[in-house]
Each structure stands twice: as structure tokens, then as C-alpha cells.
T-cell receptor, first 111, second 110 residues
Framework: DAGITQSPRHKVTETGTPVTLRCHQTENHRYMYWYRQDPGHGLRLIHY???????DKGEVSDGYSVSRSKTEDFLLTLESATSSQTSVYFCAISGDRDTQYFGPGTRLTVL | GQSLEQPSEVTAVEGAIVQINCTYQ??????LSWYQQHDGGAPTFLSYNALDGLEETGRFSSFLSRSDSYGYLLLQELQMKDSASYFCAVFAGSARQLTFGSGTQLTVLP
């Protein structure tokens, strides 16, 4: 299995509070991704990174920001959480983009 | 943008063969992937087809027809542990990203 971890694994927070999710990899892969998964939808891309300090928006980026200061870490921040951001968040890594390896996920509940 | 269609649910019995279809509309197509996800788990990579034809990996096979914008995942000798959601995903576009379908829930009955 690819060495990829996410923290925290579960979080409950209140509307309006900032939240940061962390993705950590030990594979030295160039590409890292944040997805959200909701019932009835597949995985939807939030943001991705193609190198240190190189990031770009995905399909559902509104309300989210990311940072990548080291190859191994990719942070997802919800500046002011809303109930619509209640979801399961998956981080993924890739060496060649066409094959992605997913972390265990973070279940976020915004009350 | 990209769009994908796959059935929402499929049911089959242990030992049977099941085919999960995926049709897509996209620009800048590079390939079609399949991922498996068990309840509460993370998606895991199953296969990637960049060229037309059938690729076999054990009990699982994946097929692609680029001219028909169509692919399928074939699962043989179904086992109870194959009960999961299966997602097709296109690798496409100038940014070369994966776009996922909504998933097919496969239930394997004894």
C-alpha cells in the first residue's frame, strides 16, 4: 500500500470555524490531490498540487484553500466551515497522474 | 468538461460474472480507470486502459473502446468480498486529471 496518511480521521466542528486537514505521504510522489465524496456523487476534485508551492483549483474549490510547503505534506483549509462542507475528504497521491492512491479519508461534520 | 454514466446498482450471485458499463463524454481523453471502494474505506486502483481492448488482471478485466467512448469492468467468479462500489474515471484534459463517475454499488448475494 502507498504510504499515505490523513489527519484527523474524524472531526466535528461548528459553522464559521476554520478547519485544516493534513495529508502526509512517504512515497515522494509529485502529485497530490484533495477530493470530497458525498452520497450520490463520485469523488469531486477540490484542489491539486503538482509540486512544492504549485497548486491549482479543481471542480469544487470554492470555500477551500490549500498549501504545500514540503513534498510530503498537502494541507486543505476550510477558512470558515459551512454545513455544506460536511463530507468525507480523501487525499490522493500520484507519480504519473493516471494512477492515484488514496488515503484513508477524513470524515468532517460541520454543525 | 467531462461527464460519465454508469449504473447506480448491480446485483449478482456468488460465482457469477458481472459487467459494469461506463460511457463518457470528454475532450482530451487519455484513458479510463476503474476503482473499487468498500463501505467506509478508501478507493483503491483496479485498472487503467489507455488503448482499445481488454486488459485482464486475475478475476477482473477492463475493456475500452475509444471510438465508442465506452468501457466496462468485468468481474468473474464473484465472491462476497467483491460487494463494493466501483467507479470509472476518465483521465483527460489539458491538466490531465481524473474525473470520476458516480459509482456502481455491486451487491453479491450468496
Amino acid at each position: 500500500d502507498a504510504g499515505i496518511t490523513q489527519s484527523p480521521r474524524h472531526k466535528v466542528t461548528e459553522t464559521g470555524t476554520p478547519v485544516t486537514l493534513r495529508c502526509h505521504q512517504t512515497e515522494n510522489h509529485r502529485y497530490m490531490y484533495w477530493y470530497r465524496q458525498d452520497p450520490g456523487h463520485g469523488l469531486r476534485l477540490i484542489h491539486y498540487s503538482y509540486g512544492v508551492k504549485d497548486t491549482d483549483k479543481g471542480e469544487v474549490s470554492d470555500g477551500y484553500s490549500v498549501s504545500r510547503s514540503k513534498t510530503e505534506d498537502f494541507l486543505l483549509t476550510l477558512e470558515s466551515a459551512t454545513s455544506s462542507q460536511t463530507s468525507v475528504y480523501f487525499c490522493a497521491i500520484s507519480g504519473d497522474r493516471d494512477t492515484q492512491y488514496f488515503g484513508p479519508g477524513t470524515r468532517l461534520t460541520v454543525l | 468538461g467531462q461527464s460519465l454514466e454508469q449504473p447506480s446498482e448491480v446485483t449478482a450471485v456468488e460465482g457469477a460474472i458481472v459487467q459494469i458499463n461506463c460511457t463518457y463524454q470528454t475532450s482530451g481523453f487519455y484513458g479510463l480507470s476503474w476503482y473499487q471502494q468498500h463501505d467506509g474505506g478508501a478507493p483503491t486502483f483496479l485498472s487503467y486502459n489507455a488503448l482499445d481492448g481488454l486488459e485482464e488482471t486475475g478475476r477482473f478485466s477492463s475493456f475500452l473502446s475509444r471510438s465508442d467512448s465506452y468501457g466496462y469492468l468485468l468481474l468473474q467468479e464473484l465472491q462476497m468480498k467483491d460487494s463494493a462500489s466501483y467507479f470509472c474515471a476518465v483521465f483527460a484534459g489539458s491538466a490531465r486529471q481524473l474525473t470520476f463517475g458516480s459509482g456502481t454499488q455491486l451487491t453479491v448475494l450468496p
